[in-house]
């Protein structure tokens, strides 16, 4: 049994519906944000946004992906170049688990660099 001259605009609502669901319960499962830095709130941000934004923006830290290496090898060269201080072995652990977890390496929203073949002929 149809509605008539409505069974398209509840054709219509159903498919938003459908498609604005996932959406909605996808967000749920967001991590909150801090409003002022950009960073993911949690176990350790604290500690990241007081030793990392002291050199540079939060913004640096969230455009970055990597598992725990990638993370000290980072810390690492900004020490031996840049003039980052040494850590405590707490500080430092703290500050590796939490980019670990809320930074891991796949979820980038940095395109790949392109290979050679992809780049633009002279």
């Known amino acids: 049994m ?19 669901s996932p959406i909605i319960s996808s967000s749920a499962s967001f991590a909150e944000i801090d409003p002022d830095s950009g960073l993911v709130v949690a176990e350790g941000w604290e500690t990241v946004r007081a030793n990392c934004t002291a050199c540079h923006s939060a913004k640096f830290i969230t455009l970055q992906r990597g598992d725990r290496d990638t993370w000290e ?50």
Not at 75 to 86: D, E, F, Y
Request: proline fraction near 6%.
């Open 73 to 122: 090898s980072m810390i690492r060269w900004m020490q031996n170049t840049q003039g980052l201080w040494l850590f405590d072995e707490q500080t430092e652990d703290t500050i590796l688990s939490y980019l670990a977890v809320n930074y891991p390496p796949g979820k980038s929203s940095r395109r790949r660099n392109l290979s050679p073949a992809e780049l633009p002929k002279d």
């Open 2 to 20: 149809g509605l008539g001259n409505n069974d398209g605009l509840l054709a219509r609502v159903l498919a938003t519906v459908f498609l604005v």
